[in-house]
């Protein structure tokens, strides 16, 4: 088999004996990803939706068909592909199991659909078909000798051949279950196939549809003491209860002492202060150790086993850097940069910089066994039980290095999850994504107009992209805190959470800071928080007035009970005349309606699009808003809608 990029896989060959003068042209294919380099992803239980491009000279009647295939399959499956208009053809096939799958489309001038056609137009007028039906019924008999004998088929060859009565013939040579038969048979000589097969790359359902909750395990103490895996267990049936089902947790190894930062990022570290968790490795080991004043391996695996017992999966923080003593900067000399003063290099984003923290070096000439070595953190977590990994700054780092970790770990745990980190241009945040990464942040948290979202959602939903790009929508994060939640306190954090746990499948917050509405900056400007968890431990009381836990609950049972929150390409705007209120449909029978006005009561009239439900101009139906419980009649397209800062969501299923 001729080389398909990283698509060297081997299949069963149906052997025609093709004609040189080719005459079907397959000229694209839909979904393909870089001419088939890369996969599209689904999940068990997706459909995948193929569209082609197909047409051949003349006037001849062609027929198509999609091919596809477990990866552990042998044999092709095949489904008929129908003629939609200009040329374009559709089928489909289900994702039944989970494993990989392959997929490509073949064509064929069809001589029993051209002839049947012929027959039916010169049947219609009038004319002489004695001979058309000679022709049909030898294309017929073509096909069941190629098919090895079809009883059925050949009593309808039989009837045709024994039959007085013209109409007959005719209707027995016309019949949908002939055609279906006839044109499932490729003609031989003419049959083309498309050059590529292509790849569906198949995770688990937690990659498609997940909701996280961030938390630092040091503040999970009580009065100023620095949490441990024990403490964090008691914190465990009540994040659970709010609907999660992945904690994360930044680095959890031990904390550089050299250069380590003070409070609020201060240059300047004081008595007790316990540094910033992505400054991994002291003198206490690194990558594969755990921080001491968190407890052991023992107790970490006892945390991931108890979290299991409540739905959750603990998924890790992957940063691959060190602290300037991190036992690798002396170990591995020549995996980082050195500068001329005999120092290390350590991490700068002009004007930022990043003292307590030391990249390695992807270009040295050693990156054989740097890579060797950094496989073998995401595999020592794996044997204990890890199946979920956050990735830092993924961009940062080689995308060729990436496009190896990430198949070689799914050979052996498919059901592994990489969320990507990647605060970068788009088409990089892309191409991470098309190497491996389930997941990936994305710009939710910068875009808060009614035309920023909608053009933001239907970018990731409506193109390409939406085929191998999953969006984890997060407002929050420890790094960002964005002007909306500093200007407009509370309101904007129940709307944003309301947009990002309905828009996107999946979505995430920086969890304490967010059910308390933390929003105080650094300073003004800027989008670091005040007395930052990630310098220092911050015991929070979660259940402190003005928390918002059971708006977070509520959106968590609905998403959970209403499948069309399952995906995200499943979204589609609405029409309300007024430009503070965002109205979308989730699937057919789910309409959501968020204010974006943090200050005042907002209303307009919603257009309900009728035809997609299947209603009448003039129905009656109800809306059943899932958050408060409350029922509406509607009727017809035009109804109003009315929220207001403190509430500021309708999740209404509609009911007939």
Request: glycine letters at 6%; aromatic letters at 12%; a positive charge.
């Amino acid at each position: 088999m001729a080389k398909r990029g990283i698509n060297q896989i081997k299949y069963d060959k149906i052997t025609y004996k093709a004609n040189p003068m080719k005459r079907i042209i397959i000229e694209k294919v839909f979904p393909e990803i870089n001419n088939g380099r890369f996969p599209i992803k689904r999940v068990v239980g997706d459909k995948v939706l193929v569209k082609s491009h197909i047409y051949a000279d003349g006037h001849d009647e062609i027929s198509a068909r999609l091919l596809f295939k477990r990866a552990s399959e042998k044999k092709w499956n095949f489904a008929e592909m129908r003629l939609l208009y200009n040329d374009e053809w559709l089928s489909e096939f289900a994702v039944e199991k989970f494993e990989d799958y392959f997929y490509t489309v073949e064509a064929w001038i069809d001589d029993y659909k051209t002839l049947r056609n012929g027959l039916e137009k010169k049947y219609v007028v009038g004319q002489d078909v004695s001979l058309d039906i000679q022709m049909a019924a030898e294309a017929l008999r073509k096909r069941v000798r190629l098919r090895g004998g079809n009883a059925k088929m050949r009593r309808v060859l039989s009837e045709v051949e024994n039959s007085r009565e013209l109409g007959v013939k005719v209707d027995l040579l016309l019949s949908k279950k002939v055609l279906s038969f006839a044109s499932a048979v490729p003609c031989r000589d003419s049959l083309v196939r498309y050059a590529n097969v292509l790849r569906v790359s198949v995770d688990r359902e937690k990659a498609a549809f997940s909701a996280w909750y961030e938390m630092f395990p040091r503040s999970c103490g009580e009065n100023g003491r620095h949490g441990t895996f024990r403490d964090c267990e008691k914190l465990l049936p009540d994040i659970a209860r709010m609907g999660f089902d992945v904690l994360y947790f930044p680095p959890i190894h031990p904390i550089g002492e050299a250069k380590r930062k003070g409070k609020n990022n201060s240059l300047v570290c004081g008595k007790g202060d316990v540094g910033s968790p992505w400054a991994i490795g002291s003198r206490n080991g690194g990558h594969k150790s755990v921080h001491p004043a968190l407890g052991n391996v023992s107790d970490f695996k006892r945390l991931v086993k108890k979290a299991s017992a409540h739905g959750l999966e603990i998924a890790l923080d992957l940063a691959f850097q060190c602290a300037p003593d991190h036992p690798c900067v002396k170990e591995h000399p020549q995996w980082f940069k050195w500068r001329p003063d005999g120092s290390v290099q350590y991490a700068e984003n002009p004007p930022k910089k990043y003292e307590d923290i030391v990249p390695f070096d992807f270009d040295t000439k050693n990156y054989k066994q740097l890579w060797r070595y950094l496989k073998d953190i995401v595999e020592y977590w794996l044997n204990l039980g890890v199946r979920i990994f956050r990735v830092d700054n993924p961009h940062t780092k080689p995308f060729v290095f990436w496009q190896w970790l990430i198949g070689d770990v799914k050979k052996r745990y498919p059901e592994v999850i990489f969320l990507s980190e990647a605060f970068t241009r788009p088409k990089k945040m892309y191409m991470l994504a098309k190497l491996g990464f389930s997941q990936s942040y994305t710009y939710f948290a910068w875009r808060n107009t009614k035309k920023e979202i909608t053009d933001y959602v239907n970018e990731l939903t409506q193109t390409e992209v939406s085929e191998f790009f999953r969006p984890n929508f997060w407002p929050n994060t420890p790094d960002i805190l964005t002007a909306i939640f500093q200007d407009s306190g509370r309101p904007a954090f129940l709307s944003r959470f309301a947009l990002a746990a309905t828009l996107s499948s999946n979505y995430g917050i920086y969890g304490p800071c967010y059910e308390l509405c933390v929003n105080t900056p650094l300073r003004k400007g800027s989008e670091e928080y005040l007395n930052s968890e990630k310098y220092e431990i911050r015991n929070w009381d979660r259940n402190a007035a003005g928390n918002i836990k059971d708006f977070i609950s509520r959106i968590n049972r609905i998403r959970k009970g209403n499948k069309s929150f399952w995906r995200t390409n499943n979204v589609s705007f609405l029409d309300v005349d007024n430009d503070l209120l965002i109205a979308y449909m989730k699937g057919n029978e789910l309409i959501v309606v968020v204010s974006l006005d943090c200050y005042f009561k907002r209303s307009g009239w919603l257009n309900v699009p009728l035809e997609k439900i299947g209603l009448a101009e003039d129905a009656v139906y109800t809306m059943h808003d899932l958050l408060t419980g409350a029922k509406y009649k509607w009727k017809g397209r035009a109804n109003y809608v009315e929220l207001s800062p403190d509430w500021p969501a309708h999740i209404f299923r509609i009911e007939t």
